[in-house]
């Protein structure tokens, strides 16, 4: 079936991830660090891009990606925090090798018969999970922006389902209501659709970042009294910065009372669902119409792992997405045509994205799941408990979930008053802090102003492999590169 | 940096993918079958999908690694030729490995640095082989559909900036031009954005499947003396049935002066311009305003690898999607910020794909990649022929590019004169093949209707590993699959 040169390849390929995951025998690459930074010109000396009329020989195709890998990111390393993925969940890395090599497509069972179903079997689980007793429907996708694009187009082709067909140019002005701290992906899905940026209505949120119910109230009732159509709202569960969860319950009170379309964009503070001791995070979670689940993040499935769920049962997914190819989507198969998918999505090809979290699922159980769910949880709390100890750090807020967000005061701004001039010095703390930690490669965080805040580290734990004092380190290190700003 | 629990899943992952690569040493796996057919009840029962409160111990888990590869339909398999992807390509499938390891998203420079620069060096080439003078932009985006609906997006955009903002609803009704013979994603797209599958205004292709040039001016004419504004044609290289050519040079004439956005999906047939013999297909190309490409598709890129180019050199994509997210793109980094390539994206987290079509590229160079166009486009000349020499057989139309259309008439339709009747006899041939060979296992090819024209044969070839005598089994397995019928 196959040649030689591609078992020899495999073998090629499987030395080569060895080195990723036994970083320490190779001492090519500077051990410890998370990453080894070079500016966007010095990398591109350093890799030699150009592509050629001739292909290069062997040992240099070695050489490349041996470099490729050195010179990327350690996103695996424990005191990588930059974003909310990290870690490597080794079940869920064997099942995207094993789904690269067997390199097919979701769109139909005929071609992706293990896939279509391991799919179906993750998401009637998710849904299970959920709470949504009488079932549901639901399909991965590219990223959970994608999967919030989806609701605001299922909400949509609820409102009028004409619009798929005659598109909204004699439409009443539709509006979408979020919260101010909501992932840019519901403006980014708006500005596609034909909505408009300006048609995400933000409601305020309270202290903690979450959205304030009667706050939404108003805003529907302004949208109305402007003439407009509100549609759907977006409430988030685990805001990207903050980790806020909105209280969908009371949220979905008032959408039953103006007959909205309630999603959830629990791409982050969907895993939390998992832990039967935070799970009251999403309370009222069983009302809604549809939810974003981003297993690539918290549960650690490779990227990307995004579960959208939909709690209708009338196929409103397929009529929505629709067109009825009729070279993919042949009615007159042998088979249950129902089991082919794709014409619930808007793409054509489609990655077996599911299959990296049933395997893990299968390996690990729900118990396992959710212990690191509460572990990533406590190790959250452990670091702000330790933030609070510590002289120079302060806490932008008591964490609600896996975030945690503070600023680090260098000692030269300790003893200044509060004053917007002691803010302003503040904000350009942690950039300079950001710089350096690249510089050496210790370790790497993120950072960022909100609102009227100045700039402030977000930490976020999530990879079983971090440990306490990896947590100290992230402390110790910051006062280090900081301390005499 | 890693526990010994993740080198000793990548040794396992490693023996398991070997044996797809050697199926042949497997005995539990039936030798030389494109796919081992099972109903979605019997594969159920097969797979046990269920997910449980405890985990599963690691025999039981590399067992189900196992049932997964052996019941997925083997799309390397040199009779597989049932997609418009087909084949392994080991530079490839190393760098999607890789890719997978490394696990980090392609937003910002920082948690990116090797494929950030690697999209863009592959970006670069693939803008010089369209023969853009003056350099352009792009993105890799997770399928070709989605690079179309960036198309439309930015031909909107470029019509009016104002909608991305106030939403379309006090909008023109906006038309869009395309082919009959058109990818599905066109409509798609026109849904999901707000300007309905309606407002695609079908242009009549030739007897070749080719849109007819004249016909685009009066569809145009046709929508401006509705009240109508169209804003964007779209010209298909290589369609999904026929392979056939749009003749862009002419279109490019038509748009030029109705001032049309004009964009080409080349998903397909991108790849002859690769080939110094038969990059005269895209005659024209250089012109376009923007070009959709799928390495993943004739060149072989594992899943997915699919390139968006556009020609604009004033940052036209960054500015019709960016939504300036300050806790991602924030402006005070220390390195040039506009190798944050996040917000040219729709999405949020992105796969590094660029990576795979690189290494390969890196490797075979643009020698060999030409080679592998003229073989595939010269095997497909080859079955063509043969299917003119044999009884029973008979061709759609003379192919144009890689793509060989074909009907099968078993013995007992073959004196029947050309009625209605033969052709309803014939529409059902096609699906009791399909079925057949599915049931054998023996080789995997499409069908489907195309508008009046009966179910027929689709044969697409793309790996360099399928020989002459893998497409006369193809015409022999065909007749014995449906000599009875
Ligand atoms: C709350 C929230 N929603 C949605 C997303 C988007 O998910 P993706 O990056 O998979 O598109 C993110 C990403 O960080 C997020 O934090
Ligand atoms: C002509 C054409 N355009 C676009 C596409 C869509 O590409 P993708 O499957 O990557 O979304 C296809 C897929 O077969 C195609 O044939």
Redesign the pocket.
Known sequence: MTNNKEKHWLVVAFKIIWLLVDLDSDTSVPVFQVCEWHSPEQLKKLLDLELRDRGEPESEILQRCRDAIRYSVKTSHPRFFN??YAGMEPYSMVASFIAEAVKTNLYTYEVAPVFTLMEDAVLRKMIKVIGWEEGGDGIF????????IYAVNLARYRYCPDFKEVGMFSAPRLVILTSQE????ISKGAALMGIGTKNVYTVPTDERGRMIPSALEEKIKLAKSEGAVPFMVNA?????VLGAFDPIDEIADICEKHNLWLHV?????GAAIMSKKHKHLLKGIHRVDSV?W?P??MLMAS??C?AFLVRDKTSLLQRCHSARASYLFQQDKFYDVSYDTGDKSVQCSRKPDAFKFWLMWKALGSRELEQRVDRALAMARYLAEEIKKREGFRLVLEPEFANVCFWYLPPSLRNLPESPELWKKLHTVAPVVKQRMMKTGSMMTGYQPLGEKANFFRMVVISPQVSRQDLDFVLDEIHNLGKDL
């Open positions: 974003q909310l996708n590219p990223g959970g922006s994608l999967s919030n909501c992932h840019y992906s988030t569960a685990g805001t990207t964009d629990a791409c982050w503070g974003a981003n690539h993040k990227l990307q995004s």
